[in-house]
């Protein structure tokens, strides 16, 4: 197909600039904007009132700007969604005009916190394959509003795909999905929806114990900084003292509740938070986007057109592991992340927790032709296990020789890293597979945790193999895959040939993908990766 | 699909060699003892004054210390003196219609694959002192954000410009 052709195509029969919808933003975000401005100019006041008159100028600055840089943005911003592209339109002297095409959409979020609820107002923004995060913010637009919009822009995009499906069609690719008949309405199917058991289940899963061990870290340093450790460090000598009048295990006892407690905390600040964040979670599916609802405060809302998702991810931490339970998580291009990263407003989240029995069924709704789930990994090389013991052993070697000068023979006990890194070996060994199936690349690693990733072979864009010193000698590779979405997906210790192979397959089956995404005069030939 | 393990594997330094045809200009490992030894320099500088400094501050703690800050700088300037020729050596890529393939690393052993309709955008990175040698960095894009970048370095001008050019015809642009 010429380009001339693909233009004919394209043209619409219907005007493209006839603005479907065309506003401004909510009067009511003015109001958001005044309570910012007072908090940010809250303290030069109060110091003002209190100490030096100057300081009212810096709070009158302070209040003032924000206000009127928000209220210029008020007045002119514009947005205009027409058949074919999203634009917004701000600036009083630096105008900028920015055109979104409807197809370059990834996702779009909708947030509105407690008080923009109470508004009636939500935080539209639109993301596109830049990676940079929202390509265009629209805060805040009514509640209504909001939703003409979302509406309006998954209708478009619908009419737009189908338009596109056709034209695939033509370059014969035949994965594509029938053009739906329909582009009004379609209905939504609810395919999960998260109940409140197993959103306390993955509060009380959820240890951070670390994070409370961090904070409590922080909390002695700043107590350092202010010099109050001398005054503690009175306080604590004289309650060893008084400690000590008791038997030891009420010492003992003492500092496991104390540990406990410290845990029960954490326990509960994430289970709370689990309770409230996903409140009311429910993932549903119209025409081929995935909508996701959820939030008790700050009410949220996604949509991700499932055939841009670059990655899935089944996450699993050791604890949710032990009890059969799992995360999932999608990747469009929009977000950069690694495996078992996860944001706070848990817009990747597309499972906030459930049995790993139920996401196995759910997986097909997610991605594309991901009906067949594997039910045995093919494993990586077991000279994996042998090499991390080596690894291990040099570094216990190294370790202890310069641990020696300090030590003396103390410095041995870095040998107890061996058996470690053995055990370590022996665990990612057992996590480690992978499976290439007709669309997808299944991966599955992990140590104590298990983590799932199934890419969709056809988002594949590059591939890498890596191999470190040991690898050469053992011939064992590292494979990394690189999709648009999250953060390179690596399968460490395959060996060679295999890796080679999958290398190979991958690189060619994702060139392919993207010759029928780019028609050119002369389609590619597939060769390499068949061989 | 599945893949199957069977069969001679279709990698390995003598088989690609003969695939991976193409290498880097040869004044490459001038530029790079330049800029190696440059950096190694500063590092020696930082790492002697370091040990100096500490030595008369804490005369205390055991010699060695300052003797391994010692040894650890002067491995630095041995590494900066070894290494180019080495990555020189085994830098091969090569651009045919479908792949760009690069394989470069002395400890550590890479080889990328990045198909050609994948590729973004393409840009040509001249520094300073890359300037002064008449040498370009040709520098691919893929979608994505992390680690979307292929670098292939020590490239001659026109040549550079000739792989570009190259590229984007195979990419389908007909501008050129």
Redesign the interface.
């Known amino acids: 197909m010429t380009p001339s052709e693909i233009m004919q195509n394209s043209a619409p029969s219907c005007a493209p600039e006839v603005p479907l919808l065309q506003g401004h933003l909510h009067p009511a975000v003015l109001l958001l904007r005044t309570l910012d401005a007072l908090r940010s100019a809250a303290l030069p006041l109060v110091l003002g009132v209190l100490v030096n008159r100057y300081l009212l100028v810096l709070a009158a600055l302070l209040f003032l700007l924000p206000l009127s840089v928000a209220l210029i943005r008020y007045l002119t911003f514009q947005y205009t969604l027409t058949r074919t592209e999203l634009r917004t339109r701000e600036g009083l002297f630096n105008r900028q005009e920015r055109r979104i095409p409807i197809d370059r959409v990834q996702d779009l979020g909708f947030e509105a916190t407690i008080l923009r609820r109470l508004l009636g107002i939500t935080v539209a923004s639109v993301e596109t394959a830049s990676g940079r995060g929202a390509e265009a913010v629209l805060d805040s637009l009514g509640r209504a509003e909001a939703e003409t919009l979302r509406e309006l822009l998954l209708q478009a995009r619908q009419e737009l795909q189908n338009k596109q499906g056709l034209q695939v069609e033509v370059l014969a690719a035949p994965s594509h999905e029938p053009p739906a008949a329909t582009t009004a309405a379609l209905p939504e199917w609810t395919i999960y929806q998260a109940n409140p058991v197993d959103l306390m289940m993955r509060g009380f899963t959820d240890l951070r114990f670390g994070t409370v061990l961090i904070a409590a870290f922080a909390a002695l340093q700043v107590a350092d900084q202010l010099g109050m450790l001398v005054k503690l460090r009175f306080a604590a000598s004289s309650f060893f003292e008084w400690l000590r009048g008791f038997p030891l295990f009420v010492v003992a006892l003492l500092l496991c509740a104390l540990v406990a407690s410290a845990l029960a905390t954490s326990v509960i600040s994430s289970t709370v938070s689990s309770l409230l964040v996903f409140h009311g979670f429910v993932l549903s599916l119209r025409g081929d986007t995935l909508l996701s609802r959820y939030g008790f405060f700050t009410r949220r809302q996604k949509t991700l057109p499932r055939s841009r998702v670059q990655r899935v991810t089944i996450e699993q931490t050791w604890l949710r592991r032990l009890l059969g339970l799992a995360v999932v998580a999608a990747d469009s291009a929009a977000t950069g992340r690694a495996v078992g990263q996860e944001k706070a407003d848990g817009f990747c989240v597309v499972v906030p927790m459930a049995p790993l029995a139920v996401v196995h069924q759910l997986l097909p709704a997610l991605s594309v032709g991901c009906a067949g789930i594997p039910t045995r990994y093919r494993r990586a090389s077991h000279r994996l296990v042998f090499r991390m013991t080596l690894k291990g052993t040099i570094v216990a070697l190294l370790l202890c020789g310069a641990g020696i000068p300090f030590l003396g023979p103390l410095a041995a006990l870095a040998f107890l890293l061996v058996p470690l890194a053995f055990v370590m070996g022996k665990l990612s060994f057992g996590n480690l597979g992978f499976r290439l199936l007709e669309q997808h690349l299944w991966l599955r690693l992990g140590v104590i945790g298990r983590y799932q990733a199934v890419l969709p072979t056809a988002k594949v864009q590059a591939v890498a193999l890596e191999q470190g010193p040991l690898q050469q000698i053992l011939s064992l590779a590292d494979l990394t895959v690189f999709v648009a979405g999250g953060s390179p997906t690596r399968l460490p210790d395959l060996t060679l040939e295999m890796a080679a192979l999958l290398q190979r397959e991958l690189v060619a089956r994702g060139a392919l993908a993207a010759a029928c995404d780019w028609p050119s005069e002369k389609p590619l030939p597939r060769t390499a990766g068949e061989a | ?5 069977a069969g001679s ?4 330094p003598e088989l690609e060699n003969a695939v991976l045809s193409e290498r880097l200009e040869r004044r490459v490992v001038i530029y790079w003892y330049v800029t190696d030894l440059m950096r190694a320099a500063v590092a020696v500088a930082f790492l002697l004054s370091a040990s100096h400094y500490f030595g008369e501050q804490y005369p205390k703690l ?1 010699a ?2 300052w003797q ?1 800050m010692q040894a650890f700088a002067f491995g630095i300037v041995l590494l900066a003196l070894i290494t180019p020729p080495l990555a020189f050596s085994r830098w091969r890529f090569v651009v045919d ?3 760009m393939r690069m394989r470069y ?1 002395i ?12 590729m973004q955008h393409l840009d040509l990175v001249r520094g300073p002192i890359e300037r002064m040698f008449g040498l370009a960095t040709l520098v691919v894009f ?7 970048s ?1 670098r292939v370095p020590g490239l001659s001008v026109p040549r550079a410009e000739e792989l570009r050019d190259r590229i984007l015809r195979l ?2 642009a007909n501008i050129l």
């Open positions: 699909m599945e893949v199957n393990s594997p279709p990698f390995g055991p060695i210390t391994a219609e479908q792949l690393g400890l550590f052993v890479e080889e990328r694959l990045v198909p050609v309709p994948r893929t979608a994505g954000n992390e680690g979307s292929f990419r389908g």
